[in-house]
């Protein structure tokens, strides 16, 4: 019942910003909570933030907090991902994801949007 859509993703230099963007459609009961996660190639899937829709509450991993904002705009129905200070090491494929509560388990994540490659160069 739940789509989800990332964009925003691109080629940058160290040091830039990025603003990804996760658009959500349909509703389900079991997507209270939309999740940033990142994969490298060759690499497991790492957690990255969470927020919840109706309280607002944001979880960070630590290797991104006070670089990466995760928000959400309950109109137009949008959670974002602001990152700053980008390092080479966080060059990935982003994809945001949708659950009941916030994990930081990928498996614990019921939709999940198609990935968004984010790019980091030195």
């Known amino acids: 019942q739940v789509q989800l859509i990332e964009s925003g993703g691109g080629l940058v230099q160290a040091g830039d910003s990025l603003r990804l963007s996760c658009a959500a459609s349909g509703r389900s009961n079991s997507a209270n909570a939309v999740g940033w996660f990142r994969q490298a190639p060759g690499k497991e899937r790492d957690f990255v933030a969470a927020?919840?829709?109706?309280?607002?509450?944001?979880n960070y991993a630590d290797d991104v907090k006070g670089r990466f904002t995760i928000s959400r705009d309950n109109v137009k129905n949008t959670v974002y991902l602001q990152m700053n200070g980008l390092k080479p090491e966080d060059t990935a494929v982003y994809y945001c994801?949708?659950?009941?509560?916030?994990?930081?388990?990928?498996?614990?994540?019921?939709?999940w949007g198609q990935g968004n490659q984010v790019t980091v160069s030195s």
């Open positions: 994801a949708a659950a009941a509560l916030i994990y930081r388990l990928g498996s614990s994540y019921n939709y």
């Open positions: 927020i919840t829709w109706l309280g607002g509450t944001t």
